[in-house]
């Protein structure tokens, strides 16, 4: 169970955590809407994420927290963080200096691309 946080009790209450106690943050670039990565946060890196201005997240690898860009310098400023309407996902909205993810790429996306299959004919 994780510690209580300081996380304002009107947002906590909507929020739909996983299992683990997570919402899913979809990170985009401010100036381009460019999807950058998608990370993990419990109500404690919402709480740190809304009053620095810093975007912080849950690795579950890790089992810890983490500044974007602590280590790497590929910082993530906060603009905006919303809800979605069933409170299970973030929107954070950020300016990025330098690459997002950390294998050096612009976003996690980049280069990743999967086949489709043709489309079906429409009468």
């Known amino acids: 169970m994780a510690p209580p ?6 947002i906590a209450a909507r929020l739909k955590r996983d299992s683990a106690g997570l919402v899913a943050a979809v990170v985009r670039e401010h100036r381009t809407g460019e999807v ?7 109500d404690e ?3 740190r994420t809304l ?4 975007a912080t997240y849950w690795s579950r690898s890790r089992g810890e927290y983490w500044v974007k860009g602590a280590t790497s310098g590929n910082t993530q400023k ?10 299970d996902a973030l929107l954070v909205t950020v300016e990025q200096t330098g ?3 950390h294998t050096g790429t612009p976003t996690c996306f ?3 691309e999967l086949p489709l299959a043709a ?3 429409r009468p």
Do not use: I, N, Q
């Open 36 to 42: 950058l990565m998608l990370a993990w946060m419990d």
């Open 119 to 121: 489309p079906p004919e």
């Open 99 to 101: 690459p997002a993810c």
């Open 45 to 47: 890196a919402l709480h």
């Open 5 to 10: 946080s300081a996380l304002d009790p009107a």
């Open 110 to 112: 980049t280069g990743r």
């Open 78 to 87: 906060v603009v905006s963080v919303a809800l979605d309407c069933d409170g």
């Open 51 to 54: 009053t620095t201005g810093d």
